[in-house]
């Protein structure tokens, strides 16, 4: 797969997700069908984009780049959310073991301390493998970012006075 195909499909899945929060769809609403259905992104998208999203993090983080770590850090968390309103059968148990990582990642964030980002990150990354585990998707293993997908991004922090 191409970097632009990643993109591209990026892009479609987080506007899928974007437009199934502001629409207030639940999983009983029906597949789209047609032109008057509501799209309803599969499980499967929602992680997909927080996978992306969890790359993000992890370069963000790594360049000190706080402001967007904080933002991609609530982003995992609004998809967390999604999964579990447009998913009633996942068990929340199962979700919210990612909340006592999340609240590490997003402490070191808060104290911009990159020892406490590294640590907490990979306490984050196993939670996510034990959550698949529990779902019956043992087979998905996350990992710490070894390259970036984003050639298109830049992850240093901006020069002061940038909004």
């Known amino acids: ?24 769809v639940s999983a009983a609403d029906p597949p789209l069908t047609g032109p008057q259905q509501t799209y309803v992104p599969r499980l499967g998208d929602i992680m997909e984009a927080t996978q992306l999203r969890h790359f993000k993090l992890w370069y963000a983080g790594s360049e000190r780049n706080w402001a967007l770590a904080g933002y991609e850090l609530e982003q995992i968390k609004d998809s967390f959310q999604d999964a579990m309103v447009l998913y009633p059968g996942l068990a929340k148990a199962d979700m919210t073991i990612m909340a006592k990582p999340a609240a590490a990642v997003d402490a070191a964030i808060k104290a ?18 034990a959550c698949h585990r529990s779902q019956g998707y043992g087979f998905i293993v996350i ?3 070894t390259s970036s997908p984003f050639s298109d991004e830049v992850f240093t922090p901006p020069p002061r006075g940038t909004p």
């Open 1 to 24: 797969m191409t970097g632009s195909k990643i993109t591209r499909r990026g892009l479609a899945v987080l506007a899928a997700i974007a437009l199934a929060a502001a629409g207030g």
């Open 112 to 129: 911009k301390d990159r020892d406490k980002f590294v640590r907490a990150f990979d306490e984050m990354t196993a939670a996510c493998n």
């Open 143 to 145: 990992k710490v970012p």
